[in-house]
């Protein structure tokens, strides 16, 4: 009987290096360990043995026994292995390895337009620090000199939050009072950011929109450095040399305060569809940062000045890009979104 498990043995250890699958092995440990399977069958016929053969018979074939079911366990083990390897072989992938251009998707055109506004300050050396969405009143309006009964809260439709005074900022001058605080002088930062406006919308007005502010401050900054930076970065985005004329106009966190247009880069300033057959396109608010503004912010106005300019990009890429309804900016709309 020992012969016949003997023989069986090296039978089965001369097969097991061959089997290379979970299913054959199964399959194959079957045939040998079943219930009809060889080795079973062989050891049915230890109950036939005589005692004194039961004893040291019995006990050579249990070891066998054993040591071909380790062989079998070793055998999977090494099965498992070999798949992780084959794995991790075949299906390596070099996250790092640039991806052939499939034309699946592309950057939103107002995060196109944010990108090059931002391309353009970085240039100028001015830092970048996005804008919260969610400030409060004091930010939003006190610090920047419009206080509770100034009928210039009214000028912005606040999205107020329950509780604590905290709104949806209404524009990204809500950063200044932090920045000059927070800020070594001298200050040059762009914000940009999303604000919200509790109105109606329409092609022009959205409740949700986009807004670049910008401002300097340092010793001896002037009027002249302000058009200086608007005419660059508007040359920059519209890709050509524009004029820029300023008209006074009024906001509380600047003095004196104007508003800009910029010379139609579409048809130079002879008029045109886009800018409505003026020649030029109103585009932002702008001016010297208040005295007030300043001192709440811990800045000795009479030390320092300061400019301060804002814009919407939703209106830019409008401008850029042709679009004519503001609406479509928070549309998922694919048909929209592919002509960018
Ligand atoms: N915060 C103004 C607005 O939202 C824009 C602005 C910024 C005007 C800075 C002047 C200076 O309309």
């Known amino acids: ?3 016949i498990l003997n023989t069986l043995q090296e039978q089965v250890l001369t097969k097991l290096p061959a089997i290379s699958t979970q299913e054959e092995l199964v399959v194959y440990k079957n045939s040998i360990f079943g219930k009809n399977g060889e080795l079973t069958e062989i050891l049915k016929g230890v109950k036939d043995l005589s005692i004194e053969e039961k004893q040291t ?3 050579a074939t249990n070891d066998m026994k054993n040591s071909l079911a380790a062989a079998f366990d070793i055998r999977s083990q090494a099965i498992d292995a070999a798949e992780v390897e084959e794995r991790l072989a075949s299906e390596y992938t070099d996250v790092t390895f640039p991806i052939a251009d499939t034309g699946i998707g592309h950057l939103h055109p107002l995060t196109q337009v944010i990108r090059q506004v931002e391309d353009s300050f970085t240039r100028m050396g001015f830092e970048i620090r996005e804008s919260m969405e969610v400030t409060n009143e004091y930010k939003n309006f006190d610090a920047v000199n419009i206080p509770k009964s ?3 809260r009214d000028m912005q439709d606040t999205f107020w939050l329950e509780g604590i005074g905290n709104v949806l900022a209404t524009h990204t001058s809500s950063m200044q009072n932090e920045i000059y605080k927070t800020h070594d002088l001298p200050i040059r930062v762009v914000i940009p950011g999303r604000v919200f406006r509790n109105e109606d919308v329409d092609a022009t007005h959205e409740n949700t929109f986009y807004q670049v502010e910008a ?8 009027f002249a450095n302000m058009k200086y930076t608007i005419r660059t970065m508007l040359s920059d985005i519209a890709g050509k040399e524009v004029k820029i004329r300023l008209r006074p106009s009024y ?3 600047v003095e004196p305060g104007a508003d800009v247009d ?3 880069p579409f048809c130079d300033g002879t008029g045109c569809r886009i800018c409505k057959g003026t020649g030029w396109i109103e ?7 208040h005295p007030n503004v300043l001192r709440e912010g811990g800045i000795d106005p009479m030390v320092y000045s300061g400019f301060a300019f804002g814009f919407g990009l939703n209106r830019l890429a409008m401008i850029k890009y042709g679009i004519n309804d503001m609406r479509y900016f928070q549309n998922p ?3 929209f979104l592919r002509q960018f």
Do not use: E, R, T
């Open 283 to 289: 585009f932002m608010g702008c001016g010297m940062i």
């Open 333 to 335: 709309n694919v048909a």
């Open 251 to 253: 906001y509380p966190f």
């Open 57 to 59: 018979i019995g006990k």
């Open 150 to 152: 100034h009928p210039a």
């Open 262 to 264: 910029f010379s139609c």
């Open 1 to 3: 009987m020992l012969q």
């Open 215 to 222: 401002i300097v401050v340092d010793k001896g900054i002037s």
